[in-house]
Nanobody
Framework: QVQVLESGGGLVQPGGSLRLSCAAS????????MGWYRQAPAKARELVAK???????HYADFVKGRFTISRDSAKNTWYLQMNSLKPEDTAVYYC???????????WGQGTQVTVSS
């Protein structure tokens, strides 16, 4: 089993920055991919960024050049650095741990990001 817990959301002005954290616990070594997703009101959940255990990263086009996903292995924590935030980035952000050998995925409870002046 894997548990993930997001933190770091809040209210920020357009153009500002936030860093989200996703702390993983349990069988962390089994995690193959960690993704950040977001869901705005009345919209479907969408992938924002993903990092593989091999070090590869993938970004949605709408965040390329603004967001960066990273990992601190010693802390079992993944981060999403968000810069140049826009009002349309407002959403609940979730991390999702994928364990391929178990064909399982684990969601956190989400953290709210609001970009507004």
């Amino acid at each position: 089993q894997v548990q993930v817990l997001e933190s770091g959301g809040g209210l920020v002005q357009p153009g500002g920055s936030l860093r989200l954290s996703c702390a993983a616990s349990g069988t962390v070594f089994a995690i193959d991919n960690m993704g950040w997703y977001r869901q705005a009101p009345a919209k479907a959940r969408e992938l924002v960024a993903k990092a593989t255990s091999g070090g590869s990263t993938h970004y949605a086009d709408f965040v390329k050049g603004r967001f960066t996903i990273s990992r601190d292995s010693a802390k079992n924590t993944w981060y999403l650095q968000m810069n140049s935030l826009k009002p349309e980035d407002t959403a609940v952000y979730y991390c999702h741990a994928e364990v391929d050998q178990w064909r399982a995925g684990y969601w956190g409870q989400g953290t709210q990001v609001t970009v507004s002046s």
